[in-house]
């Protein structure tokens, strides 16, 4: 019964690679957001949508894709992945009573 | 801009001891205050917020915080440290519905046995 459910768990690839964290949520929520936790545990938003629509895109290397088919899920797509793209990243959802986060995907690029 | 500190990176207490973590914040508006708890390999959980009201609040894990306006601090507690409190605990603030989000840095909790 996770609430907000994000795979994989971690992820071990070669720069220059592609890949995606899918991310889904059974909270009804209609905001969803990606954060990026970096090695020393700084949180930072990276990408916001309200029911499918993006409201929140900060200053993100373009290679980030997010995109969101339906209101419960919010995938992330990296394109060329990098060394600096190494870090944890959470997926979360939202009412008034604040966030709820996911358990993170571990990215380590090599 | 809105912006959270946490003074302290790194406390250590010993377990039984009381608990208190420092948090300071700047918000143009009334804000939204939250304390989040991160275990290791884990996701951030909801400890208690603040939106409105009682200034003292109860959380979960026997946690409370108290919002001071006139010092612009939301300070967390916990009279009694147990060993699986260690942990990273975030402050942040925020308007509703997890808009304009900002997270402090952290401070890691140590609990000695």
Redesign the interface.
């Given at each position: 019964d996770t609430a907000v459910s994000q795979t994989p768990k971690y992820l071990v690839t070669q720069m220059g690679n592609d890949k995606s964290i899918k991310c889904e949520q059974n909270l009804g929520h209609d905001t969803m957001y990606w954060y990026k936790q970096d090695s020393k545990k700084f949180l930072k938003i990276m990408f916001s949508y309200n029911n499918k629509e993006l409201i929140i895109n900060e200053t993100v290397p373009n290679r980030f894709s997010p995109k969101s088919p339906d209101k419960a899920h919010l995938n992330l797509h990296i394109n060329s992945l990098e060394l600096g793209d190494s870090a944890v990243y959470f997926c979360a959802s939202s009412t008034q009573d604040g966030l709820f986060f996911g358990s993170g995907t571990q990215l380590s690029v090599l | 801009a809105q912006s959270v500190t946490q003074p302290d990176i790194h406390i250590t207490v010993s377990e039984g001891a009381s608990l208190e973590l420092r948090c300071n914040y700047s918000y143009g508006a009334t804000p939204?205050l939250?304390w989040?708890v991160?275990s290791p390999?884990?996701?951030?959980?909801?400890l208690l917020?603040y939106f409105s009201g009682d200034t003292l609040v109860q959380g979960i894990k026997g946690f409370e915080a108290e919002f001071k306006r006139s010092q612009s601090s939301f300070n967390l507690r916990k009279p009694s440290v147990h060993w699986s409190d260690a942990a990273?605990y975030?402050c942040?603030v925020g308007a509703?519905?997890?808009?304009n989000?900002v997270?402090g840095?952290?401070t890691?909790l140590s609990v000695l046995p």
């Amino acid at each position: 019964d996770t609430a907000v459910s994000q795979t994989p768990k971690y992820l071990v690839t070669q720069m220059g690679n592609d890949k995606s964290i899918k991310c889904e949520q059974n909270l009804g929520h209609d905001t969803m957001y990606w954060y990026k936790q970096d090695s020393k545990k700084f949180l930072k938003i990276m990408f916001s949508y309200n029911n499918k629509e993006l409201i929140i895109n900060e200053t993100v290397p373009n290679r980030f894709s997010p995109k969101s088919p339906d209101k419960a899920h919010l995938n992330l797509h990296i394109n060329s992945l990098e060394l600096g793209d190494s870090a944890v990243y959470f997926c979360a959802s939202s009412t008034q009573d604040g966030l709820f986060f996911g358990s993170g995907t571990q990215l380590s690029v090599l | 801009a809105q912006s959270v500190t946490q003074p302290d990176i790194h406390i250590t207490v010993s377990e039984g001891a009381s608990l208190e973590l420092r948090c300071n914040y700047s918000y143009g508006a009334t804000p939204y205050l939250f304390w989040y708890v991160q275990s290791p390999g884990q996701g951030l959980q909801l400890l208690l917020k603040y939106f409105s009201g009682d200034t003292l609040v109860q959380g979960i894990k026997g946690f409370e915080a108290e919002f001071k306006r006139s010092q612009s601090s939301f300070n967390l507690r916990k009279p009694s440290v147990h060993w699986s409190d260690a942990a990273e605990y975030f402050c942040a603030v925020g308007a509703a519905y997890g808009q304009n989000f900002v997270f402090g840095p952290g401070t890691r909790l140590s609990v000695l046995p």
